[in-house]
């Protein structure tokens, strides 16, 4: 398909009016995440997250909404390992005070089910696990299984033959179990896991997602450096900035105005922008072979329009890829669902912001390193 082909259109005589643009998107999404900040996802900020295995295929729709209505504040649920299996990640880490004596009263009630009667005493409770002390030792055992094959996260507090004392831990999943059992009772599920991820975690986390972000465009910066001139190395990475920054910038200024549409920042999100670094640096690379091609053959050929002889040459290039990969990343982000939608969303929105910085910020600035120093750009 050949389309866009024998353009010729000065992209770069009408720089200035974009440089306005781009600084003005830049100033209204810093200002945004100043005063509005940014909404991170569990993984950021910390909280629990929960593998629950059923009998027979979910409908994932239905039971985030359920999961919804128990007050357990930011959530996320998708499935897991395949229509079986649920994800529930909820910035909670531990269950109310009002609804611990609710799950404690649960795990007595499975113990009398299993023994019916049999005496025991609670010599330790926290917000987190309860430990009960039996008769003897194979009284405890019989109730540590009989609890582990009921979902509950059980354990012997030791494996001495003697040991008569059982912890169980009392956790968001225990609290989730309670309240969907009747809802599924046609289709029984069990806690596969529950991990907590700590206030440090999120912080560390978030820290190394940073890090990443920014030793991905060092690397590109050194890659380019050798590949082509320094000037359309830093160019190039300018360019990335850019992409990143206004992108955020969005996030703050969208979260919580568009409902349905998730932008908290999470694992996925970073991956997202990792993404999206990778496809806008393809596409500056493109511009820039293409621009070196054209100063071997036009030597003599002033930079304004060797750039945009270049730029108008790739053009066609650029539009196919990117309005395919527009097309898929808008499938995702319109059925992609809850889970994807952030990403979905950041890929898309990247896209677009990246193309347009290949032209109006990464070529704009060799041109304008050009013109104020009065150098000669040539390889």
Request: proline share 3%; aromatic share 10%; hydrophobic share 45%.
């Amino acid at each position: 398909m050949k389309i866009f082909e024998n353009i010729h259109i000065d992209w770069l005589g009408k720089r200035k009016l974009f440089y306005m643009l781009s600084t003005s998107l830049f100033l209204i999404g810093m200002l945004s995440i100043i005063f509005r900040g940014l909404g991170f996802g569990i993984d950021f900020k910390g909280g629990t997250e929960i593998v629950l295995q059923f009998q027979k295929p979910i409908n994932i729709s239905e039971m985030r909404t359920e999961v919804e209505k128990l007050n357990l504040g930011t959530i996320e649920v998708k499935t897991f390992g395949g229509e079986t299996g649920a994800l529930v990640r909820t910035e909670l880490q531990e269950i109310p005070k009002q609804v611990y004596p609710r799950v404690l009263s649960s795990i007595e009630k499975e113990i009398d089910n299993t023994l019916p009667g049999v005496e025991r005493k609670i010599i330790d409770s926290t917000s987190n696990s309860v430990t009960f002390q039996f008769p003897n030792p194979d009284t405890t055992n019989i109730i540590v299984d009989k609890l582990f094959e009921a979902g509950f996260q059980t354990s012997k507090v030791s494996e001495e033959l003697t040991n008569v004392q059982m912890v169980v831990s009392v956790g968001i999943g225990d609290w989730i179990k309670e309240n969907l059992r009747d809802k599924y009772a046609d289709n029984p599920f069990t806690i596969l896991k529950e991990d907590r991820v700590g206030p440090k975690v999120g912080s560390e986390l978030k820290q190394d997602a940073i890090i990443a972000i920014i030793l991905s465009l060092i690397v590109i910066l050194i890659y380019l450096a050798f590949r082509f001139k320094f000037i359309f190395a830093f160019g190039a990475v300018l360019a990335l900035f850019h992409d990143v920054l206004i992108t955020l910038g969005f996030y703050a200024i969208l979260y919580d105005v568009i409902p349905g549409l998730n932008l908290e920042i999470d694992l996925t999100v970073v991956a997202a922008f990792l993404t999206l670094i990778g496809y806008s640096i393809n596409d500056t690379v493109i511009v820039f072979d293409r621009v070196r091609e054209n100063m071997k053959i036009h030597k003599t050929m002033p930079l304004l329009e060797l750039l945009n002889a270049s730029i108008n040459r790739t053009m066609s290039r650029t539009i196919l890829t990117g309005g395919t990969t527009l097309l898929s990343v808008t499938v995702l982000l319109i059925f992609g669902g809850e889970v994807l939608r952030a990403f979905a969303f950041t890929l898309f929105f990247g896209i677009i912001i990246g193309t347009y910085s290949s032209i109006f910020v990464a070529s704009a600035l060799v041109l304008e390193y050009a013109t104020k120093y009065n150098k000669k750009v040539q390889f």
